[in-house]
């Protein structure tokens, strides 16, 4: 049975579609009552035009390898290899409301990858899932430490990183490292990629699937809770430092939402606030610091 917390507002759809466009050849929201396709129209409304269909032939299928998709889309998605012509593509659909002023409306999102026939011969090939995969790796990964990136935490993916339970109860812990620069000047940046990386490794070892790490950029790092209370929060954060510990020392600032909001200048405010926070203890850390 479908989560009911797949529910989406035509704006956080089009915020959705718009990051999945960046990724597939083809992503559409689809009425399969009229069997039509659904555009999103900026004033919060909808327009319909003809569903083109896929011809020849189409066969369900179960992806047992589909882990980049799962993360963008939740855990049951259904997978299809449907063919146009003389071209094979890679279907992915999944049932989702959106909510509109006159009522809710249940729609299909659907998303396509081409697909050499040469990969699909057989149902257990899963080269598709790993192409897929590496897509996912490239657009959202740090390649140094395999957090997740910037562009990650701009385009809301935590928000979709368990879409089964989108969440609006959101923790940011802000940290970055004491003296990192000094590691970097007087051993190197060899030696400062092996601290980051090994932060990476601890900061993610100390938190759930559902929770989301990123790398700002250099030596900062920032850790999103989904669904805890303050009390949770105040001791993951004194756990991560005291687990930081024997790599580096590091100064925490957070903020806190009981209802997120997908927009830009939300995300910034919570980011600064959580910076802010982080510098006030890193200034406080110095002064007791002896002389």
Known sequence: MEQQENRYTVSAMRDLLKNLESIFEMVRLVDPTEVAVLRLEDNGTISKEPFACYQ?????????????????????????????????????????????????????????????????????????????????????????????????????????????????????????????????????????????????????????????????GGDEFLVVLTNCSEEVVSRKTKELGEALLPVAAADFGYSYTEFFRQEKSFLQEMLEIADRRMYMAKRQAKCLQPT
């Open 56 to 216: 020849a032939w189409s066969r369900d299928m179960r992806c047992r390898n589909c882990s980049g998709m799962r993360g963008l889309l939740g855990e049951r998605p259904s997978v299809k290899f449907e063919c146009r012509r003389d071209n094979l593509f890679y279907i992915v659909s999944r049932p989702l409301i959106l909510e509109l002023s006159q009522g809710e409306l249940q729609v299909v999102l659907e998303i396509a990858n081409q697909a050499d026939s040469s990969v699909i011969g057989r149902e257990e090939d899963c080269s598709m899932s790993r192409q897929l995969d590496e897509i996912q790796e490239k657009v959202y990964r740090d390649p140094l430490t395999h957090t997740f990136n910037r562009r990650y935490l701009n385009e809301f993916g935590f928000l979709y990183h368990n879409m089964d339970q989108l969440c609006r109860r959101l923790w940011f812990i802000m940290l970055d490292l004491r003296q990192f620069k000094l590691v970097n000047d007087t051993k190197g940046h060899l030696a400062g990629d092996q601290v980051l990386m090994e932060v990476a490794r601890v900061l993610q070892s100390r938190v759930r699937s559902q929770d989301s790490i990123i790398r700002m």
